[in-house]
């Protein structure tokens, strides 16, 4: 079984659509993580959600809603997308105490 | 706040050669530090961490990291590589806290050549 699974895998769209990226870990951890990954790999946390209440949100545009339905599930919503939101977006989870993050396999988002 | 210099952006090593990845930090505080890996087209996976006691840490697969105060460093090593070592390596710091937030570096990509 996959432990922090998203989808999906690909999502290539137009500019000014809305989209949202799905992920669900199963290893009953309590906190959930949204990073991004831009072309030059860099990675920046967006969001992080601890029993679905927010406890990291960087600076990142409006646009971009996480919503945390319950601990093991954290969505990612994102309005009017636009080129520069073309990015590999990776969900990552941990358990409180615990400083290991375990990743998804990321979703490659494309902004056409 | 906390960041991290990932001092080589593209480390080419043939098979068996060892291999070092540097990694600095800046922080006014104590800090947790770690390396993650990223095999192609997957996520990261945790290679090793250092949050208190020995300096030097290991991983299962060879590699190891030491972690220097007072040149604010933590290098990874490994003494022999293998083509499956082949991937992106991130080191990453966090401040202990309620947050657990990590702060990555901008990846160091070792290609290992037969």
């Known amino acids: 079984d996959t432990a922090v699974s998203q989808t999906p895998k690909y999502l290539v769209t137009q500019m000014g659509n809305d989209k949202s990226i799905k992920c669900e870990q199963n290893l009953g951890h309590d906190t959930m993580y949204w990073y991004k990954q831009d072309s030059k790999k860099f990675l920046k946390i967006m969001f992080s959600?601890?029993?679905?209440?927010?406890?990291i949100n960087e600076t990142v545009p409006n646009r971009f809603s996480p919503k945390s339905p319950d601990k093991a599930h954290l969505n990612l919503h994102i309005n009017s997308l636009e080129l520069g939101d073309s990015a590999v977006y990776f969900c990552?989870?941990?358990?409180?105490?615990?400083?290991?993050?375990?990743f998804g396999p990321g979703t490659r988002l494309t902004v056409t | 706040a906390q960041s991290v210099t990932q001092l080589d952006s593209q480390v080419p090593v043939f098979e068996e050669a060892p291999v070092e990845l540097r990694c600095n930090y800046s922080?006014?505080?104590?800090?947790?530090l770690f390396w993650y890996v990223q095999y192609p087209n997957q996520g990261l996976q945790l290679l090793l961490k250092y949050l208190s006691g020995s300096t030097l840490v290991k991983s299962i697969n060879g590699f190891e990291a030491e972690f220097n105060k007072s040149q604010t460093s933590f290098h990874l090593r490994k003494p022999s590589v293998h083509i499956s070592d082949t991937a992106e390596y991130f080191c990453?710091?966090?401040?202990?806290?309620?947050?657990?937030?990590?702060?990555f570096g901008a990846g160091t990509t070792v290609t290992v050549r037969a």
């Open positions: 990453a710091v966090s401040r202990p806290s309620n947050d657990y937030k990590l702060s």
């Open positions: 922080s006014s505080v104590s800090v947790y």
């Open positions: 990552a989870s941990s358990q409180d105490g615990s400083y290991e993050q375990y």
């Open positions: 959600y601890n029993n679905k209440e927010l406890i």
